[in-house]
């Protein structure tokens, strides 16, 4: 074991405060989406005798256990309310950790825009590669109609989802509190399990006006779809709730029952540093570069962290540690570049932990891989893809989170979003985007310029540099992390003393699936 | 008399009497031998003896009651005396023959002055002539003259069927009343009235007599707390004794005893008007409960002049001239509710503070149950005055930790704090007068939040209590209605309970202890979560019933259903469906610990459902009848 030091002048108040600035922003952000439709809306809502979507949650959760909330923020910098009408969730509920989503009803009614189709699409990979329990608290009027052009096709992708899911031995239950109509219906029409609740849940596929427009049938909502008309003549409720907190209390009777091991909680010693370190160790400014040992003194048991290959390959750190009693592999990027020697020493870490089945976790903070003559003839690209291979191809769970900056091929080669990470979390200050804003900026200036030149034209500077501020400020807006947060790039952004937390809990989602590395299955590795 | 020594002793009764004639059993190197119903097979007292023999079955009458079983297991172990303990055949006459004729040492008095005392009648004739002031006395009503009266069974004590009869419309009532409960109670029926004095209190005198002709009497005690004519707080010396007055009482009291050739310890009971006069009332021939007063401040063993008297020894200096050091209260607890109705369950928690003298039938774990007596303990404390030993004995009450059941504590602690008993001004009706001190709202808010707390550090796993990655709202549970919310926050604990924030600092909880900081003070709180939940602290005490978080719907009792306050037989149901009652109107008669309680009418209504039979069993909270109303 070595356990690692962390000297008490990495630590910085300016950085600190710095950081939390940024928290605040992404909290008040949070703010809007806790706030859901609004006063107004919320008031009604609590008016008819009805649970709000996070008081449903945690009446559903176990007592005192802990929830991880997930993409709180998606729809942000859309034309949607943050949150996207949906609160999703990951928690404990008769001590097995389950995925929680509900309708937010007092956002629209809870109808599904196209950012909610997003979260949703992404809750349901989470459950399907972790083989959680999905609860789903339906509320919700349906596609958003003006949007339906853009819902509507893909949105059909959640049925599918469901009843895959459930084939592939994934519990699904649907407790329906409020209205499930149109294509909603078949949510609790493909779930393993249904639960209504008394004079509020209405589930239909055609309402009164709709079956009167069609057939000229007269008919009202509770013969066409209440869940009492559901659970004594169509079938479709399994159980039929007094009220709210009965159908919460026949959900947990139902997981009670699933006959699954709960979640396996593991005995851990604390880091020996202390996690508030945590806000004050990364600069907001991403050019400054910290030392992630720093960051993992802060997060792995007992400090204690096993370095591979320390003395090559020097700026991207891996080793192995333990995270909340669970073995994981760790990549971490210390000097922000990806040389050849980091990308060959990355490619055979994750082989190794490959082949001791042992899942990884990417604490990102990269500009990508070096450019340049001398490493282009070096053959970084080969180096490079060897890691990216190495990642791509790997079979034990990973996990990333953002701590800094997230360039270029470095987000690809440090498990970014399209690798398939099991969870991918970012700090609030994180950024993530092809290049740097000034970068984007100056080559498009620099190419600018040659175009002109090449068409003997003047190359008019004060456009230039109007162009240039431009690039940078929608670059900049673009990569930041509440920019790649709303649009579901990430599972949420956390406070950097959450970091343990959240990744001992996820460890134990994904520990709680089984998982073997890949032995030899690798692409070809160019040589 | 030949002096016979006392080696292997069966005590005739159980619990904490047991428990204590064991004590000086060990100390005198005496062998000793239990008896157990089938109830006790686990008690204390019977793991404490060396030997025990089995009584099979678990009422009185079966069991400790029977005289012929209770000999020949005396016989059977090679006991050569038996002591009876207080209660059940301890003033039995023919029990205490029957011992002697089966050649066995019998620990108490001669069967005659035993027969004698026994008929309140009888004695009080033999006290007249014997010079003791007595009050006068009527066996039939018509005879009685002059209101308040007072009706009493003639046989046993305790208070049993004991009335006061204000006037002429109630006496006949009582006088029967007293008869029935006399007669389940005693086996006689025998009542008689008497005059009532008003604000008496009581003081009774322990004497103690040897075969060698020395009759001492070792001060007086007071029992004037008293419920239901049953003595809950007794102390030494009288606090309404003067030392003229003290001299006048021992005077009667060993006259008393004289008169009826007494040996062995007894106490001869007086009631004493305001003015100081003092009637004869009985005299208990036997070992009393409250006889730890006055070993604590005689600094005697009663129990082992008990057993040196049987074995026809002379009485000791110590006890020939008895000295009187400082002061001594005994408290008893008993397993009842505020009305006294008696309480049944599984202690699971009794925890004594130091530096009191407890004398209890029971432990951690033992079973209060519905067949026998519900005192829990007697708590005994001894100080140079008066005010030092209630200090001590109200700050011990307050420490003692007693989960399972529901005591009268907390009355206790009231009553020592009384400025009344501070003051000395109580008499036998005191307790229906007073109203104990109500707690603070803090105790309740503090200890809600402190089992909160405790039951969500029990449930804590390796992640922070109710962690949340983004912002949520607190975790909340209730207790009867009572609403707390908390919430574990980077910059602490936030807490509100029924929507007031409390100023709170928490410094640590586990599953059994809190230590909290709430408006600047900071308490250890110490919490025993379960179903009920129990909670003591510097504060008081506390018994929580946690809310359900999701009511089952429908399971809420029929509106208007009266519910058995306790387990019991059912005695008499005089309600019938379709009976128009008035609130107060009594619709079934319960028999509990051989007390009868009335189940009334709370509101005016029509009784629609009748729910059990005369001679059904009952447990607590059972639906009997249900009154709906308009």
């Not at chain 2, 038996?82 to 059940?88: K, M, S």
């Amino acid at each position: 074991m070595t356990v690692l030091t962390s000297r008490p002048d990495v630590l910085s108040d300016e950085r600190r405060t710095a950081m939390l600035e940024q928290l605040a922003l992404v909290s008040a952000e949070v703010e809007k989406a806790r706030g859901g439709g609004g006063e107004k809306y919320t008031a009604r809502h609590l008016a008819r005798g009805k649970l709000l979507a996070r008081q449903r949650i945690e009446l559903l959760l176990d007592r005192d256990a802990p929830f991880l909330e997930l993409m709180p923020v998606a729809a942000y910098g859309s034309p949607f309310p943050v949150g996207a009408s949906l609160v999703c969730g990951i928690g404990r509920v008769e001590g097995v950790d389950c995925m929680i989503m509900a309708n937010d009803p007092t956002v629209r009614g809870g109808a599904s825009n196209p950012w909610s189709a997003r979260k949703t699409g992404r809750a349901m990979d989470i459950v399907r590669e972790n083989r959680l329990p999905l609860i789903f608290l339906v509320e919700s009027g349906g596609a958003d109609l003006p949007t339906q052009a853009e819902i509507f096709i893909p949105g059909g992708a959640m049925f599918r989802n469901l009843t895959q899911l459930s084939a592939a031995g994934i519990p699904t239950i649907a407790l329906v509190f409020g209205n499930s109509t149109a294509g909603g219906a078949y949510v609790p029409g493909m779930s393993d399990y249904v639960v209504m609740v008394r004079e509020r849940a209405k589930v239909f596929l055609g309402g009164p006006p709709l079956v009167k427009m069609a057939t000229g049938e007269e008919s009202d909502d509770e013969s066409l779809g209440g869940a009492e008309m559901h659970a004594r003549v169509s079938g479709l409720a399994d159980q039929l709730a007094e009220d709210e907190g009965d159908c919460l209390r026949l959900g947990r009777d139902i997981v009670r029952r699933l006959n699954r091991s709960g979640a396996q909680d593991r005995p851990s010693l604390p880091p020996r540093f202390d996690e508030e370190g945590l806000l004050a160790i990364a600069s907001t400014d991403l050019r400054v570069p910290f030392d992630p040992r720093d960051v993992l003194a802060r997060v792995v048991d007992d400090s204690d962290f096993d370095e591979f290959k320390p003395l090559y390959g020097s700026s991207l750190v891996t080793g192995w540690a333990r995270i909340h009693g669970w073995p994981v592999g760790i990549l971490a990027n210390a000097r922000g570049v990806l040389f050849s020697e980091e990308s060959e020493k990355a490619a055979q870490f994750i082989q190794l932990a490959n082949s001791s089945d042992t899942p990884l976790l990417f604490l990102q903070n990269t500009t990508g891989y070096m450019v340049g003559k001398e490493y282009e003839q070096d053959g970084i690209i080969k180096d490079g893809a060897k890691m990216i291979n190495a990642v791509a191809n790997s079979t034990v769970p990973h996990l990333t989170v953002v701590i800094g900056a997230s360039y270029g091929a470095g987000n690809y080669g440090m498990c970014g979003r399209a690798f398939n990470p099991r969870f991918l979390f970012s700090w609030p200050h994180a950024k993530s985007a092809v290049m740097g804003p000034a970068q984007l900026a100056g080559v498009l200036s620099i190419v600018g310029r040659q175009s002109a030149e090449s068409r003997g034209l003047p190359y008019d500077e004060e456009q230039d540099a109007m162009m240039r501020q431009l690039v940078e400020t929608q670059i900049e807006a673009e990569s930041l992390a509440l920019a790649n947060s709303g649009r579901v790039y990430d599972d949420g952004i956390i406070d950097p003393r959450d970091t343990r937390t959240v990744l001992g809990y996820c460890l134990g989602v994904v520990n709680g699936t089984e998982f073997r590395g890949v032995r030899g299955g690798f692409g070809v590795f160019r040589m | 008399m030949n002096a016979r020594p006392v080696t292997r002793l069966l005590v005739a009764n159980r619990g904490e009497i047991a428990r204590r004639v064991f004590r000086t059993c060990r100390t005198l190197g005496i062998a000793t031998v239990a008896v157990f119903s089938d109830a006790d097979a686990f008690a204390p007292y019977v793991a404490e003896a060396d030997e025990a023999v089995h009584l099979p079955g678990n009422a009185p009458a079966e069991t400790y009651l029977r005289g012929d079983l209770l000999i020949a297991a005396a016989l059977s172990v090679g006991a050569d005396a038996i002591h009876p303990g207080y209660g059940f055949l301890s003033e039995n006459a023919g029990f205490a023959q029957a011992v002697l004729d089966a050649g066995l040492i019998w620990v108490g008095p001669p069967p005659a002055a035993i027969d004698t005392m026994g008929s309140k009648l009888r004695s009080k004739e033999l006290m007249v002539a014997a010079g003791v002031p007595c009050l006068p006395s009527w066996t039939s009503p018509a005879d009685a003259s002059g209101f308040p009266l007072l009706v009493k069974a003639s046989a046993g004590g305790g208070g049993r069927g004991m009335r006061i009869v204000r006037g002429p419309e109630e006496l006949a009532a009582a006088f029967e009343g007293a008869q029935r409960e006399a007669l389940s109670a005693f086996g006689d029926g025998t009542v008689f009235l008497e005059p009532y004095v008003e604000r008496p209190r009581h003081v009774e005198v322990q004497v103690i007599a040897d075969t060698h002709g020395h009759t001492v009497a070792l001060f007086e005690r007071d029992c004037s707390i008293q419920r239901r004519h049953q003595k809950v707080v007794e102390e030494a010396p009288s606090p309404a004794v003067s030392p003229e007055l003290r001299e006048a009482l021992s005077s009667a009291a060993v006259a008393a005893a004289q008169a009826v050739d007494y040996e062995g310890v007894g106490t001869v009971e007086f009631v004493l008007d305001p003015s100081g006069a003092f009637f004869f009332l009985e005299m208990n021939t036997r070992l009393q409960v409250e006889h730890p007063v006055t070993e604590l401040v005689t600094g005697l063993d009663l129990v082992a002049l008990q057993i040196a008297v049987a074995s026809g020894d002379p009485l000791p200096p110590a006890a020939l001239s008895p000295s009187l050091t400082g002061h001594a209260i005994e408290a008893r607890i008993y397993a009842e509710d505020a009305d006294y109705l008696p309480q049944t369950g599984t202690l699971s928690l009794v925890s004594w503070p130091e530096g009191v003298r407890v004398d209890s039938g029971f432990e951690t774990g033992s079973v209060v149950g519905v067949h026998y007596d519900a005192m829990l303990a007697k708590v005994v404390a001894h100080g140079s005055t008066r005010a030092q030993a209630t200090a001590r004995l109200a700050d011990a009450l307050s420490r003692t930790r007693l989960h399972g059941v529901v005591t009268n504590r907390a009355l206790l602690v009231s009553v020592l704090r009384s400025p009344e008993w501070r003051d000395n001004d109580v008499d036998t009706g005191f307790l229906d007068r007073f109203t104990p001190a109500e707690p603070g709202p803090e105790l309740h808010q503090i200890h809600c939040l402190a089992a909160a707390l405790a039951a969500a550090a029990g449930r804590r796993g390796v992640f922070p209590s109710g962690w949340r990655n983004v912002s949520s709202q607190p975790q909340w549970v209730s207790y009867g209605g009572t609403r707390v919310d908390y919430q574990h926050t980077r910059n602490g604990l936030e807490a509100s309970v029924d929507g007031t924030p409390l100023d709170v600092h928490l410094w640590s909880a586990t599953s059994t202890q809190v230590d909290l900081t709430v408006g600047g003070v900071r308490r250890r709180i110490e919490v025993s979560v379960g179903e009920p939940t129990y909670i003591d602290s510097a504060l008081g005490h506390s018994t929580l019933v946690e809310d359900p978080r999701f009511p089952i719907p429908g399971s809420a009792l029929a509106e208007g259903s009266l519910t058995a306050p306790m387990p019991g037989t059912v005695l008499r149901v005089t309600a019938v469906v379709g009976d128009e009652v008035k609130a107060g109107d009594a619709l079934v008669v319960l028999e509990a610990m051989k007390m009868e309680h009335a189940v009334k009418a709370v509101a005016d209504g029509t009784v629609s459902d009748v729910l059990v039979e005369p001679g059904a069993q009952v447990d607590a909270g059972a639906v009997l009848v249900v009154v709906s109303s308009g």
